[in-house]
């Protein structure tokens, strides 16, 4: 803990509900008072004009940097129409829309709060609290408001946050409507005049009639809409983004958020990078399966003995208009500019025709040689290891790995696959959302590094993600991807496609007292209402009347349905869940060409 308060620039809010603006905002103003190059932003215009006339009253204590607004920006994500704060993640998004790296933490503890503390980063939180006074209390979440911690807390945070009449949904009106019961949701038209820069206080004041603004969604009387797991229990850290070291920098990386003033300021101590080779994925689902490939493609360019593997057969068009699209992009232009614009267009790092593809492609092997996937999802690192090891590669996965697993590979040259939640959407850095945004990416490199030489050095991770829109390399503070790496809070998933015959066959039942001890149970009566359905990639697979006989106690038990197809395979039952993430997370892929030794762990 920091032996003072933190000393966090003040803000005076106006009426209304835009608390987590001016909280942010204050944020904003933290670290801008440490670097000035950190940007910083107002919330609405009308802070600007009051502060104009009355001079004498300090609405805010740092000069924007920018004309952007904060609620015009979230106005524009769609996250709010009148500075409501919906979602801790939401003002993650915020954040990373003008530069700044930030994490929401879910179900955060005392010791998540001190850790951030300790780090001399002031955490935004959410909680009920006293009009009058200003203190936190219990109310059910009727009070909710966010603030910014600066010493240790020693409030309680949780309980049920909900929503009441007169907040306005903006999102997708008819879809919604389809899924919410009839007479809980209303459509109304908002303002035409309601978007931004004005004061960020009032309500909306929806009508059914029609003409105004834009079509959006408003709770009917009496109603309420519970976001607890969207803000109950949360905290919302945002740092400030950090350049990659000069030492490991390539020209075509993407330019640093911060800015290049603030890049010449750090101070940056060890740094390892292998340079991946990039690789962009095809669809939603594949990541784990690009990510086996970036690993190939690493030893490939090493040595063109060791062989390599497209994940689809679409990869083939892609790459080829993707080599013609950057070769005109550098014909046009030239610098690093042009290198990063053409990096972004390229599919994979090989250009048409460099790469000496094996026949086989990688989603054949895990769908039909392994039969561990249907469309590309990866139900456990085993399976994708199998994969590297049918291509002709050693393979292994480090189940339950320390932190210090993943230095030993970095430094022996070797980079590993790794799965994590991920915000997918702004940010790109992982995050705490119980394991139902599992994403794989390869890390290549790490470096420590500094804001100046008066803070303590933190440690950042290098990455290589196949998202197009991440930024390449990614750069992830390592207590943000540590959390999310380990899978704190992860819970099962509910898939509605058929299991893969692999994933089928190696399924158990377990209990609560077996989940400790690592034993299987039978299914039926209590068992089935009291345990989960586990998937163990180690297990020996079922097969013929074992499998058969598991199968028909998960469907009789409600767990199981069959697909009706002539194969007997079987899917998930309507609202059960498949516990597969002992399979994913803490876990480290390392991939090395036959005669390689591992990583000495």
Not at 180 to 206: I, K, N, Q
Not at 329 to 341: I, K, T, V, Y
Not at 501 to 511: D, E, F, K, T
Request: glycine share 10%.
């Amino acid at each position: 803990m920091p032996d003072a308060l933190i000393d966090v620039p003040h803000r005076v809010q106006l009426p209304g509900t835009a608390c987590a603006l001016y909280s942010l905002g204050m944020v904003m103003d933290y670290w801008h008072a440490h670097d000035s190059a950190n940007p910083t932003a107002l919330v609405c215009d009308k802070d600007e004009s009051l502060q104009r006339l009355e001079p004498h009253v300090s609405r805010f204590s740092c000069a924007p940097t920018t004309p952007r607004r904060l609620l015009d920006v979230a106005i524009a994500l769609g996250h709010t129409h009148n500075g409501s704060c919906w979602s801790a993640s939401h003002l993650v998004e915020l954040a990373a829309s003008f530069g700044y790296a930030a994490r929401a933490v879910h179900r955060a503890s005392a010791a998540d709060l001190k850790a951030v503390l300790s780090s001399g980063h002031p955490p935004l939180v959410i909680f009920d609290v006293d009009l009058w006074t200003g203190d936190p209390v219990l109310a059910g979440g009727g009070a909710a408001h966010v603030g910014e911690l600066v010493v240790d807390p020693s409030l309680r945070l949780g309980g049920t946050v909900e929503a009441v009449l007169g907040r306005v949904l903006k999102g997708w009106v008819l879809a919604v409507l389809g899924r919410v019961p009839e007479g809980w949701l209303r459509r109304v038209r908002l303002p035409a005049e309601a978007a931004g820069g004005g004061a960020a206080g009032s309500e909306a004041a929806g009508s059914e009639a029609a003409g105004g603004g834009a079509e959006a969604l408003q709770l009917v009387a009496g109603k309420s809409l519970n976001i607890e797991r969207c803000l109950g229990g949360c905290l919302v850290e945002v740092l400030h983004a950090t350049p990659i070291p000069p030492a490991v920098r390539e020209p075509e990386d993407d330019e640093p958020a911060c800015g290049a003033a603030a890049a010449e300021a750090w101070v940056f101590g060890r740094a390892v990078r292998l340079r991946v080779p990039h690789r962009f994925q095809l669809g939603e689902v594949g990541c784990g399966l690009y990510a086996v490939g970036v690993l190939m493609d690493y030893w490939h360019a090493q040595d063109r003995s060791h062989p390599t593997a497209l994940v689809k057969q679409m990869d083939l068009p892609a790459a080829a208009e993707g080599a013609r699209a950057a070769a005109a992009c550098l014909r046009d232009g030239g610098g690093s500019a042009a290198l990063r614009a053409a990096r972004r267009l390229a599919h994979h790092a090989w250009g048409e025709g460099e790469g000496e593809f094996v026949e086989e492609r990688l989603l054949d092997l895990l769908a039909k040689r392994v039969g561990g996937s249907v469309y590309g999802e990866a139900y456990a690192c085993e399976y994708l290891a199998e994969v590297a090891r049918l291509v002709g590669y050693r393979a292994r996965v480090h189940r339950a790995a320390r932190i210090e697993a993943l230095w030993a590979c970095l430094d022996a040259g070797h980079p590993v696959a790794v799965c994590v939640d991920i915000n997918n959407t702004r940010t790109f850095l992982p995050d705490m959302l119980g394991g139902q945004h599992t994403h794989f990416a390869v890390v290549e490199g790490y470096f420590d590094a500094a804001p100046s030489a008066d803070e303590r050095p933190r440690r950042f991770l290098l990455v290589q993600q196949t998202n197009r829109r991440a930024p390449s390399p990614s750069v992830w503070p390592l207590d943000v991807f540590e959390a999310s790496w380990r899978g704190g809070g992860w819970r099962g998933r509910y898939r509605k496609r058929r299991l893969p015959p692999r994933v089928a066959a190696q399924l158990s039942w377990r209990l609560p007292e077996a989940a400790a001890t690592g034993g299987d149970a039978a299914v039926g009566g209590r068992a089935a209402r009291g345990g989960r359905l586990v998937l163990d990639s180690r297990a020996e697979p079922l097969e013929g009347d074992a499998l058969a006989s598991l199968h028909r106690q998960l469907i009789a038990a409600g767990v199981l349905q069959p697909t009706g197809e002539a194969d007997g395979s079987v899917r998930l039952a309507p609202g059960a869940e498949l516990h597969h993430h002992d399979e994913l997370r803490q876990s480290l892929i390392e991939v090395v060409p036959e005669g390689h030794a591992f990583a000495g762990v």
